[in-house]
């Protein structure tokens, strides 16, 4: 069983994950795996702590040579930022003046019902978007298993605020990576950043829409077994478990509601031998099964609830209204929310992926998968009308 974990902090010492269950011999690429962090750290609209942090992967176990042993894989992302937060943050003596007023959309007042809290900070520094850092970390070992079997992903930007990028016929991924809000539309993007300009003057903050799409998954991956084996529900699930996230949709996603049944699936038609289909409004997935096409979600993300402009709240001390606590914070994480949400979408293929194709090593995965997918595709051809 593929599984991983991740704990640590915000201001704390650092971030540690633990991913169990890739094959041994997957040969890592590790200046990739931090030109992934440090794409996550990008964005316009990002706050001051990311001029603070500089992450990178330390290795603590299951690689040995540049190579995955099989054996759990433990890695740790440090905070810098900790060295300015010691007094407050030390394992064993850290404590402070608490934080009392909580940010409406945050987790410090249900976290502080929770866990029976007086101090915020003790549900704000393990809510933090910081610790997405160590998924991506985990995410970007998955990219190069996945990359092994011939799977992609990617990611780009659709929307920031009320600011939606025209339907393209193809992504440019070189343009996403040079742009600041990792979307290829210029216009688009210049559109953006006035609006998260004009977010941040006011005090506000800015949500928006990203697109996730894997290439390369046959058909076969996930089930229809039960509920928790569907593909779509295994993915979905993995991306909405991200800070900030309100909807997930898959392919044409909620905008089939609206369409009668003729028009709202991917008819099937033969060309030159093959089946085609002219459309993917199922977003690669039928029945919580992958269908061989691509794979895409588009996925809704919330104007973070740290406002420089601090919303009306209480003081849970004084009993008292007061405004929400103001902590130095982003105006807008769209840009960074879709370079986590493609790390999701790496880690919640790999367990379906290894399920369904197994292997203890890369060689047995890739020979499996090879075989399987030849398979698939010879189902049907002794059943075809042989030509003289
Ligand atoms: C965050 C608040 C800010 C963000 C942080 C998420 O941190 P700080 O309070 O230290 O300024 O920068 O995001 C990260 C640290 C990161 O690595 O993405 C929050 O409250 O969620």
Redesign the pocket.
Known sequence: MFRYLTAGE??GPALVGILDGLPANLELDFDALDAALRA??GGYG?????KI?S?AVEFLAGVRGGKTLGSPIAVVVRNR?YENNRELMDPRTGGGKPLTNPRPG?ADYAGAMKYRQRDLRNV?ER????E??MRVALGAICAQFLAALGIRTSAHVSGIGSVIAPDLEAIDMEAVAASEVRCPHPETERAMIAAIDAAKAAGDTLGGTFTLRATGVPAGVGANRQPDTRLDGVLAGAVMGM?TVKAVEVGAGREVAAKPGSQAHDVFSMQDGAVVRGSNRAGGIEGGISNGQDIVLRVSVKP?P?LMKALPSVNLHAGTDAPASI????VC?VP?ASIVGEAMLRLALTGPILEKFGGDSIDETRDNFERAVAAAAALFETLKPSVP
């Open positions: 915000s201001h996550r750290q990002r706050g001051g702590r990311m942090e992450d930022d945050h704000l809510a933090s978007a910081r997405t850092a800070q973070i740290t902590v130095r914070s982003d994480v960074a």
